[in-house]
């Protein structure tokens, strides 16, 4: 060990450097966690649109209608 204390562990410009280093890494680990996310989202979305058509759910309330004559929105059983 040398008398300054320096022990050969690198300059003063590691510090900021890492330091910067850090929050760069963490913030493109954030916008891409995001983006992954809304992606997700909008193909869940697209999904969830064709998962039922008018003609299914017209052919629904035609069957229903058949079982609750009344509208009640039930069913006796």
Do not use: K
Request: with cysteine.
């Amino acid at each position: 060990m040398q008398e300054n204390g320096y022990r050969g562990c690198g300059s003063w410009l590691a510090i900021p450097f890492f330091m910067s280093f850090e929050v760069i890494a963490g913030w493109l680990i954030l916008n891409l966690t995001i983006a992954a996310v809304i992606d997700g989202l909008a193909e869940a979305q697209a999904d969830d649109d064709r998962l039922f058509r008018t003609a299914d759910i017209e052919g629904f309330l035609e069957r229903w209608q058949e079982y609750d004559h009344y509208a009640t929105g039930s069913i006796r059983i």
